[in-house]
């Protein structure tokens, strides 16, 4: 397999641009998590969904976050407007019932 | 919820030289992984151990989890071990991981 797929893999936007961040997870996986990593917070939970459904947006920050899984395969991030403090890198994680995560290589979105 | 902690915070190690991290956290868990993240920034499993002890190579790990803390060794270290060491953990009843602050390791040639 080829483990979690991101992109991309670098995201360079000005201050209220749209950004739209894709994962592909590992087939048969059926949970799909999104984390922030910044210098100030470190690793945080984002969303998390469980076959397609989305479980616990407790950590999404506010309304200009956003994320869908439209099917098994294929989820996406959403940032509208984005703001430079949204700059960090982004993983996504993927999960089977073994309960044990495999992280995708990151976006590192950098909001000017 | 659930705090993890992990010692030391930073550790320069001699090429060769062995060394123990220590992850600390304050309740029950049913999943606890450590990873590397390598100075490119990517999250590599390590173990996946909420309890006993595995061991992969020159890297071994031990969970005792009715004390709530789990080890990572790393033995005759080498300059591509240098990174950020992560412990995280999965309360009982959720689904989230929970990371530690982080190890960051230099080993130095």
């Known amino acids: 397999d080829a483990g979690v797929i991101q992109s991309p893999r670098h995201e360079v936007t000005e201050m209220g641009q749209e950004v739209t961040l894709r994962c592909k997870p590992i087939s048969g996986h059926d949970y799909l998590f999104w984390y922030r990593q910044t210098m100030m917070r470190g690793l945080e939970l984002l969303i998390y969904f469980n076959n397609n459904v989305p479980i616990d947006d407790s950590g999404m920050p506010e309304d200009r976050f956003s994320a869908k899984m439209p099917n098994a395969s294929f989820s996406t991030l959403k940032i509208q407007p984005s703001e430079p403090r949204d700059s960090a890198v982004y993983f996504c994680?993927?999960?089977?019932?073994?309960?044990?995560?495999?992280f995708g290589p990151g976006t590192r979105l950098t909001v000017t | 919820g659930i705090q993890v902690e992990q010692s030391p915070p930073d550790l320069i190690l001699q090429e060769g030289a062995n060394s123990t991290l220590r992850c600390n956290f304050s309740d029950s868990v049913n999943n606890l992984q450590w990873f590397h993240q390598n100075p490119w920034g990517q999250l590599i499993n390590l173990f996946y151990i909420p309890s006993g002890t595995k061991q992969n190579g020159r890297l071994s790990a031990t969970t005792v989890a009715t004390e709530r803390y789990s080890l990572l060794y790393i033995s005759s270290s080498q300059t591509t071990d240098s990174g950020v060491y992560f412990c995280?953990?999965?309360?009982?009843?959720?689904?989230?991981?929970?990371f530690g602050t982080g190890t960051r390791l230099l080993v130095s040639p």
């Open positions: 995280a953990v999965r309360e009982t009843g959720f689904q989230k991981l929970v």
């Open positions: 994680a993927s999960g089977g019932r073994s309960y044990e995560q495999y």
